[in-house]
């Protein structure tokens, strides 16, 4: 199928969409926004975003089109919050649990808009959120049998619980996480990449577990991105020298969860907390809160680690832009959107070598912890943080590049750009197939 507009007509998927939000529904919110402005796009999200579109100035009916299945989905919010202890943990429990009402969306979008898209209303379907690969589209095989291309993406998840570390996976609850691959057997799964034109793969280890036979189809393209309308704050630094017994200002930002890794930076910090070379600010929420006071208590360091609570999104870049390093050494993590935020503003990450924010971060831009056990961790945490105190210029030598990184290679409106390619692709298959490596460690930008 050629096409001969410039902008792509695209029915738009988004079950989670939210400006108000953080996580999955602001990525959406984000990525649908950054699409709009390259293709004629109407979003399809759940009822619980409209509030938040509208005060956004979206208009319903012309940007968004709302899906009502809060009915069955309080139910489901119900047992789930029975079933994980609470609402802080077991992800997979939740995520297994909303497969069946993700059905049910599917059924309304199907039931509302078959009829148009076989009349030919749209050149596409993109399914862009939910993001997780578990979570299966019918949608796909309806929608090959109408002659309309079906994009799926960005699908991110899975990311394997690293050994020794089954405490924390305990504490998460994740119970399910044991048995994931589960998820194959479900209706829809193999169906969704068979009939996809498409698939974006938002990280290197959901491509590996992507089946072989589907590559050809598949887009690298990472899942997060910066809005630099919301990181364009700058303090001023002045240039440290050796010596300099200025304390470095070290920030941890996100959910205080077990795998976020927030104790392992207070121990590893702790000594030099207590020589006034480091003060560190902790920023989030979550289960973990108490017991990471107690913590802090225990190692005498209450006057140097500070507990700032959870803050909203558009708060992040007063916390960040003060900050020297970016402690966040998370042992199991998808996508790192914080990373990239505070990379934005000349943050300096100090992250763990696995998962997500491994793929953002390059030994020019930050620190890479090579994974091992929690003690080796946070030993090698704490050898960085020393290093650090002794040599601060090496960390005046990383702004630049990171903030460089950030701005000029993840932003929405290039990852836009990017998803217009797979668009063109998908129209005109006879065009070359668009690839977007994310560059390595020895090639910066």
Not at 48 to 66: H, M, Q, V
Not at 336 to 354: F, K, S, T
Not at 428 to 438: A, E, H, L
Request: one cysteine or more; proline letters at 8%; glycine letters at 8%.
């Amino acid at each position: 199928m050629r096409l001969n507009r410039k902008r792509p007509r695209v029915l738009l998927i988004a079950e989670g969409c939210n400006p108000d939000m953080i996580s999955v529904p602001l990525v959406g919110y984000s990525h649908c926004k950054a699409i709009r402005e390259v293709a004629d796009a109407l979003v399809l999200t759940h009822w619980r975003n409209g509030p938040a579109l509208t005060k956004a100035g979206w208009i319903e009916g012309k940007d968004f089109t709302i899906i009502d299945t809060e009915w069955a989905a309080r139910s489901v919010w119900k047992i789930a919050t029975f079933l994980r202890g609470g609402t802080g943990a077991g992800w997979t429990t939740l995520a297994a649990l909303s497969v069946p009402l993700y059905y049910l969306f599917e059924h309304y979008i199907w039931r509302q808009f078959g009829p148009r898209l076989a009349a030919g209303e749209f050149d596409i379907v993109h399914r862009m959120i939910p993001l997780s690969p578990t979570t299966p589209s019918l949608l796909a095989a309806k929608c090959r049998e109408i002659g309309v291309p079906f994009v799926v993406g960005p699908l991110n998840g899975g990311l394997p619980w690293p050994k020794g570390f089954d405490g924390a996976r305990r504490k998460e609850r994740e119970w399910l996480s044991y048995v994931r691959d589960a998820y194959k057997l479900l209706p829809g799964y193999r169906s969704m990449r068979s009939n996809a034109s498409a698939i974006i793969v938002a990280s290197r280890d959901t491509l590996r577990q992507m089946p072989r036979e589907f590559h050809d189809r598949c887009f690298y393209i990472p899942e997060n991105a910066i809005d630099p309308t919301r990181f364009a704050k700058r303090a001023p630094r002045p240039p440290r020298q050796p010596g300099d017994r200025r304390p470095l200002q070290v920030i941890f930002l996100g959910r205080l969860v077990p795998y976020k890794g927030a104790d392992m930076l207070i121990e590893a910090a702790a000594p030099l907390v207590k020589a006034g070379r480091i003060a560190l600010n902790l920023v989030g929420d979550g289960p973990q809160m108490e017991e990471l006071k107690q913590l802090v208590d225990r190692l005498g360091v209450a006057d140097g680690v500070k507990l700032s609570g959870w803050v909203d999104h558009r708060q992040v870049q007063q916390y960040l832009v003060g900050a020297d390093l970016f402690g966040f050494p998370s042992i199991r993590e998808f996508g790192g959107a914080v990373v990239l935020e505070a990379m934005a503003l000349g943050v300096v990450p100090i992250i763990v070598d696995y998962g997500g924010p491994a793929e953002l971060v390059t030994a020019k831009t930050g620190y890479l912890l090579k994974l091992g056990t929690r003690a080796q961790i946070v030993a090698r945490l704490q050898q960085t943080l020393t290093h650090l105190a002794d040599n601060p210029a090496e960390i005046d030598a990383k702004r630049g590049p990171a903030e460089r990184r950030a701005r000029e290679l993840f932003t929405w409106e290039n990852k836009a750009k990017q998803v217009l390619d797979v668009y063109r692709w998908v129209l005109d298959p006879s065009t070359r197939k668009p690839i977007f490596p994310v560059p390595s460690p020895d090639q910066e930008p």
